[in-house]
């Protein structure tokens, strides 16, 4: 999974990205301190993961990953090629989901773009440079729709939905604020729109803020109205807690998040929430050469899934070997799981569930 983290310059962007990938994206009080995307690859964490390696002590550990990418800053009119727009539309492109950064926080020397913090019009800014370039892809489908519609009557649904989609960006709303159909929304997938992408917008806050209460920010409220009106997720964030935290070893950082009233770290909370906005769940293999997270789509048949791990395994899939996480820690080993019969055959209209600790047969 890419997830790609923008935001107008200066709002916080790259010293939450350091923080959560330690990957050392320079950040400076400047735009486009950012120029080249920066990419860090963060371990996904399980403690099922955890439990299954003190269980069999693999050679190896290999937690899921999610890949952070920072964009460099947008500006007005990138979408016409504005500061580094090309760049930034071409490398947002390519992302699973959008992490967007605001601002809600004062402070005096950290300058804002803009002049003045105001989240609803930085977020309008983004959004309105993404719905102006969406517009030149959306046209060139709907030229092309248009023309099939002339020799064939069966495209009328499909350029009828691609026009409505069109009329709500020209209105200045976002193609996954559009409300569609189960079908509609397949036909909407075909067309590579960078305001259908899914987004979470990470309200970052001061020190301050975020420990007083999210609700006392005045700023998060908006954020937090605006994602529900386009069907956005909203995590409030504090980037220098975050960066304070991100170079403590796990017991220090423990006690930190304890004394803050928090349970996890940003970054935690950050990977949940992008999980359920993008439906996404793991399953688990597990044994003394390897214990491992697989990352599948909610839904996911077992053949599907066994060609994670190889494409042979699903050319050649003939059954899974599951067994519930929790039944397995209840029962302490796999032998006592399989005495107990809770080791299920499973076939090939399985659908996988979050946290099947699996075997997959196969034969090719």
């Known amino acids: 999974m890419k997830l790609g983290i923008v935001g107008l ?10 923080a959560i990938t330690n990957a050392g994206a320079q950040s400076a009080n400047y735009p486009f301190c950012t120029i080249e995307p920066n990419v860090g690859v963060v371990a996904v964490p399980d403690k099922r993961l955890d439990k299954l390696a003190e269980m069999y002590h693999p050679e190896k550990y290999t937690p899921a990953t999610i890949e952070f990418v920072d964009i460099a800053g947008l500006v007005r009119g990138a979408s016409k090629g504005e500061g580094l727009g090309n760049q930034f539309l071409a490398n947002i492109r390519e992302v699973d989901a959008i992490v967007h950064v605001v601002r809600c926080f004062e402070d005096d020397d950290i300058i804002h773009v803009d002049g003045n913090v105001d989240p609803a019009r930085d977020i309008e800014t983004i959004n309105l440079e993404l719905i102006l370039s969406d517009m030149e892809v959306l046209d060139r489908r709907l030229d092309k729709t248009r023309k099939m519609l002339k020799a064939d009557k069966k495209y009328q649904t499909e350029c009828e939905f691609f026009e409505r989609v ?6 200045g709303h976002t193609a996954r604020s559009v409300e569609c159909t189960e079908e509609e929304a397949e036909l909407l997938a075909t067309v590579s729109l960078l305001t259908n992408k899914l987004v979470i917008y990470a309200a970052n806050m001061s020190d301050a803020d975020f ?5 006392n920010n005045p700023y998060f409220a ?5 994602a529900k009106q386009e069907n956005a997720g909203v995590l409030p964030i504090c980037a220098e807690v975050e960066a304070e935290i991100s170079g403590m070893e796990p017991e220090e950082k423990q006690m930190f998040l304890e004394d803050m009233g928090l349970s996890e770290s940003g970054l935690d909370r950050l990977i949940r929430e992008c999980y359920t906005l993008l439906g996404l769940i793991s399953y688990l293999t597990a044994g003394p050469q390897e214990v491992r997270a697989w990352t599948i ?4 048949k077992a053949p599907q899934a066994a060609g994670k791990i190889h494409t042979d395994f699903e050319r050649g899939f003939i059954r899974a070997e599951v067994v519930a996480y929790d039944d397995l820690m209840a029962c302490g080993t796999m032998a ?6 809770l080791v299920r055959s499973e076939g090939k209209e399985y659908v996988m569930k979050d946290g099947d ?3 997959f047969r196969f034969n090719v």
């Open 9 to 18: 310059p200066n709002v916080g962007k790259s010293t939450l990205f350091n």
């Open 166 to 171: 069109r009329a709500e960006l020209d209105a």
């Open 211 to 215: 420990k007083g209460g999210v609700e």
């Open 222 to 226: 908006v954020v937090e109205k605006l």
């Open 297 to 300: 789509k909610e839904g996911t």
């Open 336 to 341: 006592a799981a399989k005495e107990k019969g």
């Open 357 to 359: 600790v699996v075997l």
